[in-house]
């Protein structure tokens, strides 16, 4: 009997904790009421702005029977590549950069937003077994200087608004050979 006594003490206290817990956490709504989608519920923003961002994207919104709506963006029409064309440009990738040199023993740096060239690229260099340093493309130009001279890369494959980064600390990079230029 005194046994379950003691199992019954033993659930009894994490049970009432946890209700505590619960309903001390539903008083303190943190946001703004919203009504997204035909459901209330609160939105978490910066206490400075009591409206929502506005953004001028066009887009099309979709409305649902029940009240909902999915608002699309379109970036165009999306093309689709095969295994066997992305393998081709992988291995022209990688033919190219062992006709310009590159050593298997020597780094190489992306230095672009991720895309598809970026994948590309980067299943070139691996063909190759080249080591790949991959650089957010937005580093600031002393970090970037930093990581290129710290990493000792000697080929850098970029967009073209990394270029120009690339272009203004050319000076101070003490290992960079070659430049590729995709896109």
């Known amino acids: 009997m005194s046994c379950a006594l003691v199992d019954l003490d033993g659930l009894l206290v994490p049970l009432v904790f946890t209700i505590l817990l619960q309903n001390s956490r539903n008083r303190k709504k943190r946001g703004l009421p919203v009504d997204v989608g035909g459901e209330p519920g609160y939105a978490i923003r910066n206490n400075r702005f009591t409206s929502p961002v506005t953004t001028a994207w066009e887009g099309e919104i979709e409305k649902y029977e029940d009240g ?89 494959i970029c967009g073209h608004k990394e270029l120009k980064k690339l272009l203004d600390i050319s000076g101070q990079l003490d290992t960079v050979k070659h430049i590729i230029l995709h896109g």
């Open 68 to 156: 909902r709506s999915f608002e699309k963006l379109h970036l165009g029409e999306y093309e689709w590549s095969s295994y066997g064309q992305v393998f081709e440009s992988v291995c022209n990738f990688a033919s190219g950069l062992a006709r310009l040199g590159h050593r298997r023993e020597e780094r190489a740096a992306i230095f672009a937003d991720t895309r598809e060239e970026w994948f590309i690229a980067l299943q070139g260099c691996f063909r190759r077994n080249i080591t790949v340093v991959t650089i957010y493309a937005s580093l600031g130009e002393e970090a970037l200087c930093h990581s290129l001279n710290e990493t000792e890369v000697t080929t850098v």
